[in-house]
C-alpha cells in the first residue's frame, strides 16, 4: 500500500483539506458502480482517489454555493 503524504495532496489542489474533500467524494462517485468480485487485491477507494488526484488524473472545479435568502 502506498502512503500519499499531505505535501502531495496539497501540491494538486489548494490545500490539503480540499484534496481530501475531492478524493472522498471521487471515492463516493467510484462506489456507486458494480465491482468484479473475484479480484480480491483491490485497492480500497480512498486510497485509488488519492492516488489519481496525486497522479494529476483526476479533475475537478469549485462550484460556489448559492445563499438561501430568508
Sequence with gaps: MR???????AAE???KDLG???A????????????DRSVDLEQK?????LEELVHSRL???LVRR?????
Design 59 to 61: 479533475k475537478y472545479r
Design 24 to 35: 472522498a467524494k471521487f471515492a463516493r462517485f467510484v462506489n456507486e458502480f458494480p465491482r
Design 3 to 9: 502512503i500519499v503524504t499531505p505535501a502531495e495532496v
Design 45 to 49: 477507494l480512498t486510497t485509488r482517489a
Design 20 to 22: 481530501v474533500l475531492v
Design 13 to 15: 489542489t489548494q490545500n
Design 66 to 70: 448559492r445563499r438561501q435568502e430568508g
